[in-house]
Each structure stands twice: as C-alpha cells, then as structure tokens.
C-alpha cells in the first residue's frame, strides 16, 4: 500500500471523525468506519493505527486502543502558527474524510465550509492521499464554494457518498471518481434487547434543533412542519392508545446550545411525567441497544433513524434535509415525514397510521437492511483495494493537481 515493504503498521488519519462525541451521530460515523477499516486491514494482513483528527473531542473518553486524538483542525491555529495539525497529517499514509456525515456543504455557512475544505487542501498539500468517506455531499449554492469543492474531489483519491442523490449531485458535477455506498454507522453494534411483550414501547428521539426551529430560531432550515406542535400531539395521541409506553431520548447533548436535544426532553418529561426519559448515552452503540428494545421509533435525528433503523426496529424519520431523503430513498424506505412539505396535521396522521402498520414497516425494515449490508460490504471490498496497493493513481493526481 502506501508503506514501504519492511513497513508492517499502516498509520491512517480519520478527518472529521470524533469517538465518543456529545452528538452520537458523529460518534457512530467514526465508530462504524472504524470497524469497517479494522476488517480491511485484516484482509490485508497488516496493522493499523488511527489517528483521530475531528472536532469536539472528548479528551477523557475511552477510545479504542488502536485510536489516538490527534490536534483538533482548527484554521485559527494553523493562522497562529501551530502547526499540530499539519504534523498529524503528515504523519499519516492515508487520510479519511468523512466531514461529520454531512458538513461537506455551503448550507451551513460558509465559515464551516471554510474549516471543512481548508483541512482537506492541507491533506492535499502535503501529499497525502485524500479519501472522502461515504457521507452526504452538497449542495454548494454560492458558485465559489461550488468550484472549490469540484476542484478538491477532483484531486481527491476517492470520493464516496452514501445516497443516491448526493451521487448525481456529483455526476451532474462532473466527478468521474466518485461511487456510492452507504453510512458507515449502519456498522456499529447492537446488543439486542427483549421487547417489553406486555405493552408496546414508542420511542420519540427529540430534536433540540427541530423544537428551537434550528440554532437561532428563525427556521434557517425551511421547514413547514411545527416540529414542537407535532412532538405535543404525538405523545398525546400515544397516550391515548392503550398499552402503549413513550419513551423519550436524546442523541445530541452536552453543547447547552438550541440544537442539544437534552434540555428539551427533561421538559418534555415534566409535561408529560408518564413518559419515560432513556438515559444519557455515552456512544451510539449504547443508545442502539436501547432502541433495539423498542416496538416504533420516531426520530428527529438522522443517526438515531439509522439507529433504529439497523436495529430492525420500524421507524418513522422526521426529515429537515435531503441526507434523509436520499439516504431512505436509497434504502427503498418511503416511511417518513418530509418536514419542508408536510405540515403537522399532515405528519401525525402519517406516523400513527405507520405505528399501525408497523409489521409492514418492519418487512420494508428487513429489506432495507439487505441493501445496507450489501453495500457495507462492497465499501471493505474498496478499502481493501486503497488500503493493499500504492495509490498510484491518487499520489498522481496530487502532483500533477
């Protein structure tokens, strides 16, 4: 690979990857990537170690004993002269970028898109191949982040996405490297828990971002749906249903911040009190195993419905972007609420007549989980090939770029 033969150890860097962040979906890309990579690696007859280079992290988290936090990428410091960052990468054979699932975008400012190709043109610069894992790519609508974007991918070793949509985003963009996989958190584990068998568990994943209508609560997001309002009635309407049990859950916490879903589940619970809160969860496998004991699941959060998902347990997605659409598109799963079209009438009748219909929901579940292993396993079959031959191809590129 990218070692030289008396070389056994390969030393690969995991961009925008964080273990055991407050978000539990960016705990789940970087857990489920690494088990895929650790598969490749072993198919290839070597070792690895894993250098952590994500944001948010947690210093006293217990990682895995392959990984390593390495300096967080922060463009400030590199201004500043501290160039951690830049010796992190350099000391890699190959980067990973998976920009957090679905950052790799202008949606979110152009700021963040600043960090997110910034740390990829120092990958680029210093002569490391650059892979961008399977995540969601786009859309870019300044016209200057659309071509800095092109440019990166075209230089890039690979580019992988996760969702039918962001493939032809990057076919219409003229990307001939990119191929399509799935999310990489479909990989982390479960410990399956025993159903309730007395009562049917109903369990509502709270978006904190959904509630406060995004981070400063202008609806930055477009969306029709009155989250807050249908959160109300759901636990209402569930309550009504005899032998049903709510349970409430949050997948990001920890930031104090509109988008943290903990604040708005404890309030929940003291209005409702007969609902029942999950515990905090320290990784995504944690709050997985939960899910995994649960009869229905509605969440607001996309690695929650991947959660549940995996977990081959019928969920209803609350999507606010098209990473949903085009990842349960991809899965054929058309059980979900579109929130920039349905409203919250609109919404409600769809997830109890899910709830309803649930054993169906499960076949399509099933099914779904049969593309998603499929596709997991085609994504090792491509490590296998980046992580066993020199690259030849990606280090030309990066010269010639």
């Known amino acids: 690979m990218v070692m030289e033969e008396h070389r ?6 995991l961009l925008w990857h964080t273990f055991s962040h407050g978000n539990l979906g960016v705990d789940a890309l970087a857990c489920g990537h690494a088990i895929l990579l650790r598969r490749a690696v ?6 690895a170690h894993y250098t952590s280079l994500g944001a948010g992290q947690n210093r006293l988290a217990e990682l895995p004993g392959d990984v390593t936090n390495g300096p967080e990428p922060q463009l400030k410091q590199l201004l500043k002269g501290n160039f951690g960052f830049l010796t ?7 980067v990973f970028d998976i920009g957090e699932g679905d950052s790799f975008t202008d949606i979110y400012g152009v700021r963040r898109f600043a960090r997110l190709v910034g740390t990829k043109l120092a990958v680029l610069a210093l002569g490391k191949p650059l892979i961008i894992a399977p995540q969601t ?3 870019f609508n300044l016209p200057v982040c659309r071509r800095v974007a092109i440019a990166v991918m075209r230089r890039a070793g690979g580019v992988f996405t996760r969702d039918e949509l962001s493939t032809a985003f990057l076919n219409e963009c003229g990307i001939a490297n990119a191929e399509e996989f799935i999310d990489v958190a479909f990989a982390v584990p479960v410990i399956k828990q025993a159903k309730a068998g007395d009562r049917q568990r109903v369990c509502l994943n709270i978006s904190g971002l959904l509630y ?15 989250y807050a309002s249908l959160t109300h009635a759901l636990i209402e309407e569930m309550g009504k249903r005899p032998g049903v049990e709510v349970h409430l859950l949050a997948h990001v916490s920890g930031s104090g911040g509109d988008d943290d879903d903990t604040a708005i589940m404890l309030e929940l619970k003291r209005r409702y009190p007969s609902a029942v809160t999950a515990p905090m969860f320290k990784t995504a496998g944690q709050a997985k195993s939960y899910m995994s004991g649960m009869d229905f699941v509605v969440a607001g ?4 419905c991947i959660g549940a998902f995996s977990a081959g347990v019928p969920v209803v997605p609350i ?3 098209r990473k949903f659409n085009g990842l349960f598109s991809t899965l054929k799963y058309a059980h ?10 609109a919404a409600l009748g769809k997830i109890m007549a899910a709830f309803d219909a649930r054993d169906s929901l499960a076949v399509d579940v099933d099914r779904g989980l049969t593309i998603a292993n499929t596709r997991l396993e085609r994504y090792v079959d491509r490590l296998v090939h980046i992580l066993k031959y020199p690259l030849s191809e990606a280090r030309r590129k990066v010269r010639s770029g």
Request: glycine content about 12%; charged content about 25%; overall charge positive.
């Open 8 to 13: 056994k150890a390969l030393r690969i860097g």
């Open 42 to 47: 072993q198919r290839v007859g070597v070792t």
């Open 88 to 94: 992190a990468i350099r000391n890699c054979d190959v």
């Open 137 to 139: 790519i786009g859309p």
């Open 212 to 226: 406060n209508q995004s981070y400063t609560g202008k609806n930055e997001l477009g969306m029709r749906l009155d």
């Open 301 to 304: 959060r996309m690695h929650a």
């Open 319 to 321: 999507a606010y972007s």
């Open 336 to 345: 979900y609420v579109d929130g920039k079209v349905d409203n919250a009438e």
